[in-house]
């Protein structure tokens, strides 16, 4: 079946540092990959996405490229702020009658950011 | 932002009583989807809806029910509450199913079950 891995958290960062977190995918089809943000508090939101392999989704100066021969969709920001706190989640999205559109995620990377 | 409404966002009640949830859209998108979010599992999908009165399985269904009546309203129940059940549940919409359409999530309810 279709599953997505994320680097173990927590992240810890200090203002203005380089953040990674690490997603990795198997699928069954040819999937769209997505990373979503939750802030404390409040629901999931679409941070940026990728439909098919070198693109680059970007947003916000988070960037991810999918990668086909990695499997892979990494989120990176070259200067992170307090205000990006919150839980990163990768997934993706699977075409077909059999996945009736639903998203699988990995399992969520807390990211703390101190000034 | 998509406008989802859950609610309530916040309930507590005891172990074998029944609860359900509430999800209300305003975009008429046509899929709905209902997850739950619990450490170390991401989100989960329980069940789906493809229309009105068209409802389906996910991954994790057991001890739960759905029912759409009419396009905007998705309600999940837990017929008799276990603590198993305490979890953050998202309501989520689609537009469509194509791979490249994002889903917009609610703000949550959180449920603790004692």
């Known amino acids: 079946g279709d599953s997505v891995t994320q680097m173990e958290g927590p992240v810890t960062l200090s203002e203005e540092a380089f953040l990674t977190i690490n997603c990795t995918y198997t699928?069954?089809?040819?999937?769209?990959l997505f990373w979503y943000v939750q802030y404390p508090g409040e629901g999931l939101q679409l941070l940026l996405k990728?439909?098919?392999?070198?693109d680059k989704g970007s947003n916000k100066g988070f960037e991810a490229t999918y990668r086909k021969e990695t499997t892979s969709f990494h989120l990176e920001k070259g200067s992170v702020q307090v205000s990006d706190s919150a839980v990163y989640f990768c997934?993706?999205?699977?075409?077909?009658?059999?996945?009736?559109?639903?998203?699988?995620f990995g399992q969520g990377t807390i990211l703390t950011v101190h000034p | 932002d998509a406008g989802i409404t859950q609610s309530p966002r916040h309930k507590v009640t005891e172990t074998g009583t029944p609860v359900t949830l509430r999800c209300h859209q305003t975009?008429?998108?046509?899929?709905m989807y209902w997850y739950r979010q619990d450490p170390g599992h991401g989100l989960r999908l329980i069940h789906y809806?493809?229309?009105?009165?068209?409802?389906d399985k996910g991954e994790v269904s057991d001890g739960y029910s759905v029912s759409r009546s009419k396009t905007e309203d998705f309600l999940l129940t837990l017929e008799s509450a276990t603590s198993s059940q305490t979890s953050v549940y998202f309501c989520?919409?689609?537009?469509?199913?194509?791979?490249?359409?994002?889903?917009?999530f609610g703000d949550g309810t959180r449920l603790s079950i004692l």
């Open positions: 989520a919409i689609s537009e469509s199913l194509g791979t490249n359409q994002p889903q917009h």
């Open positions: 990728a439909t098919k392999a070198d």
């Open positions: 809806s493809y229309g009105v009165k068209d409802t």
């Open positions: 997934a993706l999205r699977v075409g077909g009658g059999t996945s009736y559109g639903k998203l699988t």
């Open positions: 975009e008429n998108h046509r899929y």
């Open positions: 699928a069954t089809g040819y999937p769209s």
